[in-house]
């Protein structure tokens, strides 16, 4: 792992840009030198760790005491996409601008994205604990098809906080079974691009004994700022 910048920032966090082979990712840890339990944070789809949203919501949790990492998923961000990749997104733009199903577009294009991004976060995963200022346990936090990935061949992580709003291909849906950490699980009620019972059959189907639904109203980018709080206390429960 190579950091190639870094800010301290108004709130006492440090933000630290970092290189781990090809995957460019960005490191928040607080201002305390204690080692801080981690939460891996991904944006749903493959959106860019560099999103809006994403960075805020990091930024909250390291000020809470979290050291918070998020990474650029292949074909992502700055990541450079194969011909099937810009094929997949131009074949979902034209079929979402004229109203057509596009659930198979999205698997040819996630189902993938995910194989590739799970040991990916692995080996970030790997890369992080061996820092100083990172001391576990591990909670992972954002896109949930990943996340279901991640929590089904990772042991290190201790709980998730999902986010229902990212497309969930079929093999994760199936994996959801398996799931048996704490889970927290956000739903955007009126989310036009999800449908609501596919979520809520998901959450059903997760494994675990111990799974909380956070449902509130509104559209994909509406979830209530109260959530960041909430998902706070949800991993100071399971990760401190």
């Known amino acids: 792992m190579r950091f190639t910048s870094e800010q301290r920032l108004d709130d006492g966090v440090l933000e630290r840009?970092?290189?781990?082979?090809?995957?460019?990712?960005?490191?928040?840890?607080?201002?305390?030198?204690?080692?801080?339990?981690?939460?891996?944070?991904?944006?749903?789809?493959?959106?860019?760790k560099g999103e809006s949203r994403l960075v805020a919501r990091a930024r909250h949790s390291a000020a809470n005491g979290y050291a918070v990492a998020s990474i650029d998923a292949p074909g992502c961000g700055g990541r450079p996409r194969s011909a099937?990749?810009?094929?997949?997104?131009?074949?979902?733009?034209?079929?979402?601008?004229?109203?057509e199903p596009v659930d198979e577009i999205f698997e040819s294009f996630i189902g993938p994205l995910v194989e590739k991004a799970v040991p990916e976060w692995r080996t970030t995963l790997d890369a992080?604990?061996?820092?100083?200022?990172?001391?576990?346990?591990?909670?992972?936090?954002?896109?949930?098809?990943?996340?279901?990935?991640?929590?089904?061949?990772?042991?290190?992580?201790?709980?998730?906080?999902?986010?229902?709003?990212?497309?969930?291909?079929r093999a994760q849906r199936e994996e959801a079974r398996q799931v048996?950490?704490?889970?927290?699980?956000?739903?955007?009620?009126?989310d036009e691009g999800n449908p609501r019972q596919r979520a809520l059959d998901l959450f059903d189907a997760f494994g675990t004994k111990e799974k909380t639904l956070h449902a509130n109203l509104g559209g994909?980018?509406?979830?209530?700022?109260?959530e960041k709080e909430d998902g706070d206390r949800f991993f100071g429960r399971h990760l401190k």
């Open 220 to 226: 994909h980018v509406g979830t209530p700022w109260f």
């Open 180 to 190: 048996t950490i704490p889970l927290l699980f956000l739903l955007q009620w009126d």
């Open 84 to 99: 099937a990749d810009e094929q997949a997104r131009a074949d979902l733009r034209r079929a979402m601008q004229a109203g």
């Open 128 to 169: 992080l604990l061996s820092l100083p200022e990172i001391g576990g346990p591990v909670g992972y936090a954002g896109w949930t098809a990943v996340g279901i990935g991640l929590a089904v061949v990772e042991p290190r992580i201790a709980a998730a906080g999902f986010f229902a709003g990212g497309y969930v291909p």
């Open 17 to 48: 840009e970092f290189t781990l082979g090809e995957i460019p990712g960005t490191l928040w840890t607080p201002r305390s030198a204690a080692p801080a339990p981690l939460i891996l944070m991904a944006h749903n789809n493959g959106l860019p």
